[in-house]
């Protein structure tokens, strides 16, 4: 008894009105202060001549990626928290979950080219201006966003093709990929196994090639005979680090699993902090642990 979809009513977190009103309230401050950071962390980067490094460059793609991946989940999120109605179109929900898969992907790429642009600026310091040029920077950077689109493509496709039945209570404030496969009335192992083997083939090999970047870094840093060597150099790679540890920890624990049989609220807390407060985090660390990000700052904002 199959029928066409044509829309999507999404549970969210609480039905209790004050507490929606609560959250609301939450999300949304959150939700300003990321796209005020990250587009202070642009516009800084693009002023200043002395951030135009490739290092900057790529915190500057990561903060515009920023804007956009939080901007796909959360003003739909802050509108559903006050509607009595809270749907989506099938269109909609599609279009959501494929930006969702490709921003999230194409901040895989972008975290682990920039922890490879660390590594050549630390271990490799004589040879980082000859490999680190302007074409070289161009060709990660756009090559991190063109893969991140095509990579959204097979699994948005496999699931719009499911069949949905009646049944359209997605237990979620978002179309995330694991809700709907548990929506579906059709045989999901195929798409499941094909979704869990792109996942595992995207975030493992990204996470891997950031962590033996950051492996090589740390075993460099160790051999500066000063401690205040070791201090400064360090410095530069922490925050990146932090930002690589929150995103990966929340993103593997969520998708490279077999199966979708995790509860539906630990799925949602998990996916807050992956969506509301990993783009948050990402201006907040850099700004605040970036001696010169924060002169840089300062100087436009005396000259202006």
Not at 107 to 114: G, H, N, R, S
Request: hydrophobic content about 45%.
């Amino acid at each position: 008894n199959v029928t066409v979809v044509l829309e999507f009513r999404l549970l969210g977190f609480s039905s209790n009105p004050h507490c929606q009103i609560l959250l609301f309230t939450v999300f949304l401050v959150i939700y300003i202060l990321t796209i005020l950071g990250n587009i202070i962390i642009i516009s800084v980067v693009t002023l200043e001549p002395r951030l135009h490094s490739p290092m900057y460059k790529f915190l500057k793609n990561l903060s515009f990626l920023e804007v956009c991946y939080t901007t796909t989940i959360v003003p739909k999120m802050l509108a559903n928290l006050l509607a009595k109605r809270k749907s989506i179109s099938f269109s909609g929900c599609m279009a959501q979950l494929y930006y969702f898969i490709f921003l999230g992907a194409t901040e895989c790429y972008l975290l682990a080219v920039m922890a490879y642009d660390r590594y050549l600026a630390v271990c490799e310091p004589l040879h980082y201006t000859v490999a680190m040029t302007a074409e070289s920077y161009t060709r990660l950077a756009v090559g991190s966003w063109v893969t991140g689109f095509f990579t959204g493509f097979l699994p948005c496709l496999m699931v719009s093709r499911l069949h949905f039945c009646s049944h359209n209570l997605i237990d979620h404030f978002f179309c995330d990929i694991s809700p709907l496969l548990k929506l579906s009335c059709s045989d999901t192992i195929v798409t499941e196994t094909v979704i869990f083997s792109l996942s595992l083939l995207v975030l493992s090999s990204c996470f891997l090639l950031t962590l033996a970047s950051y492996l090589l870094i740390i075993l460099s840093i160790l051999k500066i005979p000063s401690a205040s060597g070791k201090r400064i150099t360090f410095s530069t790679c922490s925050s990146h680090l932090m930002v690589v540890t929150i995103y990966y920890g929340t993103m593997i624990s969520m998708y490279v699993r077999p199966t979708y049989n995790q509860s539906s609220e630990l799925n949602k807390a998990v996916s807050v902090l992956y969506t509301v407060v990993t783009p948050l985090l990402n201006p907040v660390i850099y700004s605040l642990r970036n001696k010169a990000f924060q002169k840089a700052l300062e100087k436009i904002v005396i000259r202006h």
